[in-house]
């Protein structure tokens, strides 16, 4: 047993000092680590330097790439500008819950209605023929505070939508030259009224039967003296509702009629729709002929009586959503894409196309085509200058000067209503079931050269009585706006008429003339104006500085790493 062991051990002694022999050991676990370390080192080797070249090279193609970009951007910072410009413009439609469909639902300013009345100085000498004799009053100012309600029909859509509106007059006694209750002489536009929409018939007629009628009711005297705020908005005479009949004009059925008459559910529903549509028509009537009969019974008419708090006609125009250019153009009022005043099937009697004032649209350009409702037409709006408002570029627009010329379109049927001289536009058109002896025009005949039928000599000034709009172009926005018109009694001689028996040629007598709109913007507006212009700016330097920076941070980084690396 003793040689063998002796013979192991001497092997054991061997294998130990063998210089070229892995020296073995029994324990496993060390041995474990120093192989996986090995081999980990191995890997660092042979993968690490590729991924992170791999890593790093593309930190420096990145970051160079969005500082080019960035740089780029820079150089077509006017490109990019536009393009946000467009977006921010798009956004200017009436989009139902948008803040510039609330800005027009409800408007962010009041504007404000300044009138100038004329009293008759000599309403004896009238009487007898004289030509009136009047002097300026005012102004007067009133707060006018728009109030629109959306109508719902058949024909909606997100392109368009159809509104009516109504205006809420409140008198600002700190701001008027005057009261109320100031007395003024002035023509009896009622009974003026009447004898125009007589004027066709026989004179036995005129002087035996609508001449005793007028003189019956209400004030009988061609020319009286009323309060200004009466005049403006409501004083007493019953002449005015004339037109007013009993509306029970049928004999009352008795009893045994009920009970001998058949009715079923059909003749009922039949029945029904004709009270329906019976309603209807009077109500459209009730918009062509006012009725001045109030609450307590009394008629009350006044010559601005019916803009007061009193929804019109139902005006359809487009939103913009699909192309903010179109934002209030007119489609249509009423369900009429004409006024059906002037000359049939003319461009003059268009409705279409024309812009409605409450809103306008982004990118104007130098010219538009403006809704003027009282004076029953669309009138051309022209660029005249560039201003600036608060900081804010305007452009402002006046009425084209021969927008109010002669011209055969506005006067359809000279034979029946005789055309008036350039400047003076006469309303009867507009208004057949009442024929108001009205004529607009610009106030003190603005624009219009010397007229030998008016009753007194005009002073125009551009400045108190043009018409105009400052208006931010970019957004559609007006920050100033007066529109300002003027109207005037037309008296035809008519023998068979007092006062009028008295004339040898037309008149035109004036009777008031207003401006209503705003000379300042609120800071409201001034303040979200300026941040709706900032945006493009902003959103295209602040795109062009922050891919500039951003590959600016990466190339720091990279750069940071690498000498990191060379100090290693």
Known sequence: MGPPLTAKKSVDKYVEKDPFLAPLTNNNAEHTKVLVKSFDDDRLLIHGPTTSFSLHT??????????VLGLVCFVVSSQLESAFEHLVQSHTALSYGGPMFTAWFTPPIVPLLQVFVYNITNGPQVLAGADPVTEELGPYVFSATHIRSLVQDEDSSPDSLAFRSKTNYHFMPHLSVGSESDKLTVLNMVMMTGFNKARHQIGMIKSGVVLPLLTSLGRAEPVLTVTVGGFLFGYEDELACITEFGTNTQET?????????DWDDDDWDDEENDWTNEEDELLRLKRDIPSYRDPSGKCLWGILRDLNNTEHETIRIRTGTTDFHNKGSIVDIDGKESFGAWQSNSSCDRVKGGIEPSTLPAGLGSTFNLLVPVMCRNIDMVSQENLTIGGIDVTRYIAEPTSLAQDSCYCPDPDLTPCLPSGYLNLEPCYPAISPPMAVSFPHGLHSPPNPMLTHSPSPST???QLYMDINTKLGV????????????ILRPDTSFPLLNKLNTTKLVPLFWASEGFDQPTSWMVTNTRLALSLPSAAA???????????VFIVSGWMCLRKRRNKL
């Not at 330097?541 to 590959?551: D, V």
Request: net charge negative; hydrophobic share 45%.
């Open 541 to 551: 330097y602040g795109l062009a500085g922050g891919l500039t920076l951003l590959g």
């Open 253 to 261: 059925e008795t009893a045994d009629d009920w009970e001998n008459d």
């Open 463 to 465: 400045s108190q009585h």
């Open 58 to 67: 593309m930190s420096l193609v990145t970051g160079t790439f969005l500082i």
């Open 478 to 489: 007006p920050l100033a706006v007066q529109v300002r018109f003027q109207l005037s009694a």
